[in-house]
């Protein structure tokens, strides 16, 4: 009963296993665990005079162990680029139709070469209705969307949802959030993660 698209990028295939390992409320930061330095290293200390013992004598030049090489510098490549990504639009609900329109763009500073959106619902959709090209099911009450490459500064990419409720309650609760960003990090995730409620009185409520 599940549809799933051909013409879907690899990215929206990854994100889609994303959304199903993380919860359903909004997604929980992980604290990254501080490398401790390691203890300096202390010089041995007569405990009669409390000076330091005399070092070893150094190796003959002939004799010395040949001096490690410098690590070369990381290259920009090894650094994870750093975007951000944005959502804006309207959400608009009556009867049992729910209409989504967005906007998604990137205000950089680097580029995003793929990226995914999620939409969850607080209601379960009618399972027999035609998804966009660019989107595939993320069960009962979610839908998933490809935005695609993403230039910094770069015009918005829009995504049109015309969707069908399998029942007909009085509101609906629209979630938005980005599952995928090219692997670039977002610094500020306050502009891509959205929660929107919605009466069934057919007005647009922006996001």
Same mark, same amino acid.
């Given at each position: %009963?599940?549809? #799933?698209?051909?013409?879907?990028? %690899?990215?929206?295939?990854?994100? =889609?296993?994303?959304?199903? &390992? *993380?919860?359903?409320?909004?997604?929980?930061? =992980?604290?990254?665990?501080?490398?401790?330095?390691?203890?300096?290293?202390?010089?041995?200390?007569?405990?009669?005079?409390?000076?330091?013992?005399? &070092?070893?004598?150094? &190796?003959?030049?002939?004799?010395?162990?040949?001096?490690?090489?410098?690590?070369?510098?990381?290259?920009?490549?090894?650094?994870?680029?750093?975007?951000?990504?944005? +959502?804006?639009?309207?959400?608009?609900?009556?009867?049992?139709?729910?209409?989504?329109?967005?906007?998604?763009?990137?205000? !950089?500073?680097?580029?995003?070469?793929?990226? *995914?959106?999620? #939409?969850?619902?607080?209601?379960?959709?009618?399972?027999?209705?035609?998804?966009?090209?660019?989107?595939?099911?993320?069960?009962?009450?979610?839908?998933?969307?490809?935005? !695609?490459?993403?230039?910094?500064?770069?015009?918005?990419?829009?995504?049109?949802?015309?969707?069908?409720? &399998?029942?007909?309650?009085?509101?609906?609760?629209?979630?938005?959030?980005?599952?995928?960003?090219?692997?670039?990090?977002?610094?500020?995730?306050?502009?891509?993660? +959205? *929660?929107?409620?919605?009466?069934?009185?057919?007005?647009?409520?922006?996001?």
């Amino acid at each position: %009963m599940l549809m #799933l698209s051909r013409r879907l990028l %690899m990215p929206l295939s990854v994100a =889609v296993a994303v959304a199903a &390992a *993380t919860a359903v409320p909004a997604a929980t930061a =992980v604290p990254v665990p501080t490398p401790v330095a390691g203890s300096a290293v202390v010089a041995d200390i007569d405990p009669v005079t409390f000076a330091a013992e005399p &070092a070893a004598p150094a &190796a003959p030049a002939a004799l010395a162990e040949p001096a490690a090489s410098a690590a070369p510098p990381a290259s920009a490549a090894s650094v994870a680029s750093e975007a951000d990504v944005v +959502h804006r639009g309207h959400v608009a609900f009556w009867s049992d139709q729910l209409e989504i329109r967005l906007r998604t763009a990137n205000r !950089g500073p680097a580029d995003v070469s793929a990226s *995914t959106v999620r #939409l969850r619902f607080s209601e379960p959709l009618a399972v027999r209705q035609q998804l966009p090209a660019d989107c595939l099911w993320g069960g009962r009450a979610a839908v998933l969307c490809e935005t !695609g490459a993403l230039a910094k500064d770069g015009p918005a990419r829009r995504t049109a949802l015309d969707l069908r409720l &399998a029942g007909r309650p009085a509101e609906v609760v629209v979630r938005v959030d980005t599952v995928w960003s090219g692997g670039a990090r977002d610094a500020d995730s306050g502009n891509d993660t +959205h *929660t929107v409620l919605a009466p069934s009185t057919g007005d647009p409520y922006a996001f």
